[in-house]
């Protein structure tokens, strides 16, 4: 099995190279008589879309979806979506440098130690072009949740060692019209400025920064997750870690709830509502891998990605020395196309949680 499948009943294939004819996904197992906007699916794309901005990758796609099969007047049917990228700008005499060289820190070595044949131009499948065919579905999945009443925001929440503050006490509406107004998109504006700036420098010096996303998924049901194998935060932390340069993923209290005493840890049920609250949610929303109404919240790490435009002492195919200089067009820093990515994989582990809760009880 290639590993290229995701989700049990609602479930994505993709397929494609960076610098092939085109990249997509077939999604299946969506239910039938779901409205599909497709400007929708486009506006997700387009957050994405390498070419942005000064501070993404300069490599110019259009990322326009075709819709291939599944809708039908507006309607899914019930039947498979296939979902078609095609590649616009790619320019693989960029890579012809590295055609037995390999980049430290990309999947160069490991594809090969794999397949014993690689895709030298724009890495291939492991490039993360491989990602605007998960928004794509992302999207449906939005589209299914909402019908649901079940939202998801994603922003930068830090580039570098720059922090944005809690933005916690702010509604949804505000903090996605503040994230939306700067192309580094976090929520808050100061922060936003200083990051853009930060990431601009990083760039100029030929180098690379990385960063976390922060997300949260509120009016989820309680209810969602399975209770053993695939726990919602598992399945949660699977989907993030499986998106390109993801180092690092946390739920709740994540790593800074192992330096606190259980007394200050428990969140304590509320009396008031008919489905309990909690006075704190340092479970992030999960308890046993379930949902427990409260809102989900998580934090992805990405690491600094590996082209940068300095030489760097590498190996080639058969073991020896070699120097090698990145070119072409690369990010100095990923969250900012990224945050739709997260948004897009959340929204795929919690359309397949959803379904599965359905048959959960009589
Ligand atoms: C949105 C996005 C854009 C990326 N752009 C680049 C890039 O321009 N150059 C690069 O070397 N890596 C980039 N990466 C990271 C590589 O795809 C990734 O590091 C590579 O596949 C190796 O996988 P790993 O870092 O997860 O081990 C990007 C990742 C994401 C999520
Ligand atoms: C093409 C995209 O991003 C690419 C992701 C990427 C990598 O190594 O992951 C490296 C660069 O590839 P190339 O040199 O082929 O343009 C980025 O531009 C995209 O996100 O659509």
Do not use: W
Request: net charge negative; with cysteine; proline share 4%.
């Amino acid at each position: 099995m290639a590993g290229n499948t995701f989700g049990h009943l609602f479930r994505i294939s993709t397929f494609g190279e960076s610098h092939g004819e085109a990249i997509g996904v077939i999604v299946d197992g969506c239910p039938a008589g779901l409205p599909i906007d497709l400007e929708f699916i486009q506006s997700e794309l387009d957050k994405r879309r390498p070419g942005q901005s000064k501070i993404t990758t300069q490599r110019k796609e259009s990322d326009t979806v075709q819709i291939l099969s599944g809708i039908f007047e507006g309607q899914s049917t019930g039947t498979p979506i296939a979902l078609l990228i095609p590649n616009e700008d790619h320019r693989s005499k960029d890579y012809e440098h590295n055609k037995t060289v390999y980049r430290p820190s990309h999947a160069d070595y490991t594809y090969d130690a794999k397949y014993g044949i690689r895709d030298h131009r724009g890495g291939g499948r492991s490039s993360a072009r491989e990602t605007a065919a998960r928004v794509a579905a992302g999207a449906i999945a939005k589209l299914l949740l909402q019908h649901y009443g079940i939202g998801i925001f994603a922003h930068v929440s830090a580039v570098g060692t720059i922090n944005a503050p809690n933005l916690a006490a702010l509604p949804i509406a505000e903090l996605l019209a503040q994230r939306e107004e700067n192309i580094v998109r976090c929520a808050d504006p100061a922060t936003a400025n200083e990051m853009i700036e930060f990431i601009d420098s990083v760039r100029k010096d030929g180098d690379t920064v990385g960063g976390k996303i922060s997300c949260i998924i509120h009016n989820c049901p309680p209810g969602l997750g399975e209770p053993v194998f695939d726990k919602l935060h598992a399945d949660l932390g699977k989907a993030m870690l499986s998106i390109n340069a993801v180092h690092g993923f946390e739920y709740g209290s994540g790593f800074s709830g192992s330096e606190m005493r259980g007394s200050a840890h428990n969140d304590i049920f509320l009396t008031d509502g008919a489905i309990p609250k909690t006075l704190t949610n340092f479970s992030g929303g999960i308890q046993g891998g379930i949902s427990n109404g409260m809102e989900i919240n998580f934090t992805v790490a990405f690491k600094p990605v590996a082209t940068i435009m300095h030489n760097q002492q590498t190996v080639n195919a058969a073991g020896e020395a070699a120097e090698i200089k990145g070119k072409g067009r690369h990010d100095p820093c990923v969250v900012p196309r990224a945050v739709v990515i997260v948004e897009a994989m959340a929204a795929l582990v919690l359309a397949d949680q959803l379904l599965r809760n359905k048959s959960s009880r009589l």
